[in-house]
């Protein structure tokens, strides 16, 4: 996946961009997001903490959904 050894996966976008969908974009599979309980709930500490991880990586992925990359991702979390 391209990890740095420190980083952790969260989340998952599975599907086709959407500014890489041509006119001929069709019988696929529906796009989904897939969120790994296991490693969040190990970096979390509280509820209300799992729920905010989860509230920013549904986010995030589905910021690569509208094809943005993790560097503009990244930058936008920021703000």
């Given amino acids: 996946m ?4 420190d980083h ?3 989340g998952l976008y599975h599907g ?11 019988n696929v599979l529906p796009d989904h997001i897939t969120v790994f309980q ?3 709930e ?3 500490r509280t509820p209300e903490e ?8 549904v986010i995030h992925e589905v910021g ?6 993790e560097a ?3 930058e936008l979390m920021e703000q």
Avoid at 50 to 56: F, L, P, S, W
Avoid at 64 to 69: C, E, K, Q, V
């Fill in 38 to 40: 296991q490693p969040i």
């Fill in 72 to 74: 503009r991702l990244e």
């Fill in 50 to 57: 799992i729920k905010d991880v989860v509230r920013e990586t």
């Fill in 42 to 44: 190990a970096l979390c």
């Fill in 16 to 26: 086709v961009p959407l500014p890489e969908r041509g006119h001929s974009y069709g």
């Fill in 64 to 69: 690569h959904y509208f094809g943005l990359d």
């Fill in 8 to 10: 952790t996966l969260l």
């Fill in 2 to 5: 391209g990890l740095w050894p």
